[in-house]
């Protein structure tokens, strides 16, 4: 047999610490189908207990190298096993392949910041997550109507409406994306003024669902839509430009990275606001760090 059931594991589940909501929502995803789906989709299983084993190691730091060699080890298997299906994407397996693209770009984030990567640019070359994200895109372009039903079928939440408590906080993050807008916009020539000011607009509209989700769930994972939606719409060549690290770009990426504290509340995301900042302080020339002061404040205080 060439992978263990569950009750042969040493290391406990903890998929269902993904999503503080997993034991209340009714299609019980993570809770339920995912673990079922992985005794017959290898890779699902593998991926499970990779995650799981980051948690452990999260939960017990004294255990630490040990729970990271066991997660290595699956997520080495659970790679594999996506990478010997993905040519035959089709109707009978695209909800498990995409499931297992989502839980391995978790993964990366339940691995920890790791130097000289941050997200969407690196100190190497091209950005590991990054690659990781334009998997799922793929993936999704090419079958969404097919995974998205059944058990991951899309259901029309709710709107909320930005809380009180919240529109203070809503209005000076708008602000500072006005003035990163206007510098902008004077910056640059006029043949790349709409690259950057569609990501800056986009990024004002990411901002509105990130407080609304806020408004709705709190802080933590259950922003992770409002979060990297942003990232997963930039345009290929807004990409290159951070690949690049193109000064503007770096500054709008800035302001986004002000995003990632409000998910330190989830062990997945602890650390991964400090370490991109970080990044794109030691990234970007001197002569514009002043307009990166307020995303830096913001993270620095978190």
Not at 57 to 85: C, M, W
Not at 97 to 103: N, P
Request: glycine share 6%; hydrophobic share 40%.
């Amino acid at each position: 047999m060439w992978f263990q059931p569950p009750s042969q594991i040493q290391e406990e589940s903890n998929v269902t610490s993904l999503h503080p909501t997993a034991q209340n929502d009714k299609k019980q995803v993570w809770q339920v189908h995912v673990p079922r789906y992985g005794f017959s989709f290898p890779s699902l299983h593998f991926l499970t207990l990779a995650i799981s084993a980051l948690h452990l190691a999260y939960k017990h730091p004294e255990l630490r190298e040990e729970y990271l060699i066991k997660a290595d080890s699956h997520f080495t298997f659970g790679i594999q096993s996506v990478n010997n299906i993905l040519s035959n994407l089709n109707s009978d397996n695209c909800q498990m392949i995409y499931l297992s693209a989502a839980l391995i770009c978790l993964i990366y984030f339940a691995r920890g910041p790791r130097p000289g990567e941050y997200l969407v640019f690196s100190e190497t070359g091209k950005s590991e997550w990054l690659v990781l994200m334009r998997g799922v895109r793929y993936i999704v372009r090419s079958s969404r109507e097919m995974i998205f039903t059944g058990i991951l079928a899309v259901d029309d939440d709710e709107v909320h409406d930005i809380s009180p408590s919240l529109e203070e906080e809503y209005l000076q993050q708008r602000n500072h994306l006005q003035g990163i807008r206007r510098f902008i916009d004077m910056q640059v020539p006029n043949s790349e003024k709409e690259l950057y000011t569609s990501a800056i607009d986009s990024l004002m509209g990411s901002f509105e669902e990130l407080n609304r989700s806020r408004t709705a769930n709190g802080d933590g994972i259950t922003l992770l839509p409002a979060v990297i939606g942003w990232i997963y719409r930039l345009s290929e060549t807004f990409v290159g430009r951070l690949e690049d690290k193109g000064s503007f770009a770096l500054i709008i990426l800035a302001h986004w990275s002000v995003m990632l504290k409000y998910m330190t509340p989830s062990w997945l995301m602890v650390g991964w606001d400090r370490h991109v900042i970080s990044g794109i302080r030691s990234s970007l020339e001197e002569e514009y760090h002043q307009w990166i002061e307020w995303p830096v404040q913001m993270i620095e205080r978190s």
